[in-house]
């Protein structure tokens, strides 16, 4: 399916398996395979187009399974992206996000952006060409983020897990480390005076029962 004329795309998935591409081209391109007993609704509003997908309520699904769907969208490189996945994983290459959650499911992003980044029972690894304003946070998983560049303030916290951050040369952060139960560790930075170029945005990493470590690669 092509959808012409979007400027946002909001996922919402139950059982979903997301696939999302930023791509080269003006429309946004769906594709869906169900498996099981599973709804999934597509329909553009203007200039939004939403995307759901549930497993079909009992009194529709005799024989009582759970239906799931895999997704796969190819979305233009403007377009911003809300995704939500409950008991899924979400997987993205070089997609601009507003919102990326999941909910017993992991989040693998490459070369993406987004403001907010959260999971609970599942992990993140995610490569970030630049972020800021960013909250990222996981419970029950660990959180290893690479950022390319900063544009804004970043806090990542991590309940039951640890934190890999990764920054490169171009990020003007000053550090801020906090940790209960764990180990802090500071790789290429001065553990004295943990400040990257300017110094301009604040990194705030935070763990409760893991440990944190910041990398300058």
């Not at 959650?101 to 403001?115: K, P, Q, S």
């Not at 801020?176 to 990493?205: A, C, M, Q, S, Y």
Request: charged letters at 30%.
């Amino acid at each position: 399916m092509m959808f012409e004329n979007v400027r946002e795309v909001e996922i919402k998935a139950v059982n979903g398996h997301l696939d999302i591409e930023g791509w080269e081209n003006d429309y946004v391109e769906v594709e869906y395979r169900e498996h099981g007993e599973v709804d999934v609704e597509v329909e553009q509003k203007g200039s939004r187009l939403l995307i759901k997908e549930e497993p079909k309520k009992k009194f529709l699904n005799l024989l009582g399974e759970s239906g799931w769907a895999e997704i796969e969208l190819k979305v233009p490189k403007g377009v911003v992206v809300n995704a939500k996945n409950v008991n899924g994983e979400l997987k993205a290459r070089g997609v601009h996000f507003e919102e990326s959650t999941t909910v017993n499911g992991e989040i693998h992003l490459e070369d993406c952006e987004t403001e907010k980044l959260s999971t609970v029972n599942g992990e993140i690894k995610a490569h970030l060409t630049a972020a800021g304003p960013l909250k990222a946070s996981t419970v029950n998983g660990e959180l290893e983020i690479t950022i390319e560049d900063l544009e804004g303030d970043v806090e990542a916290s991590c309940v039951n897990g640890d934190i890999v951050l990764r920054l490169t040369d171009f990020c003007d952060a000053r550090i801020v480390t906090k940790r209960v139960n764990g180990d802090v560790k500071l790789v290429g930075i001065d553990p004295n005076d943990p400040v990257l170029g300017t110094g301009e945005f604040t990194v705030n990493v935070s763990t409760i029962n893991g440990d944190v470590r910041v990398e300058l690669i």
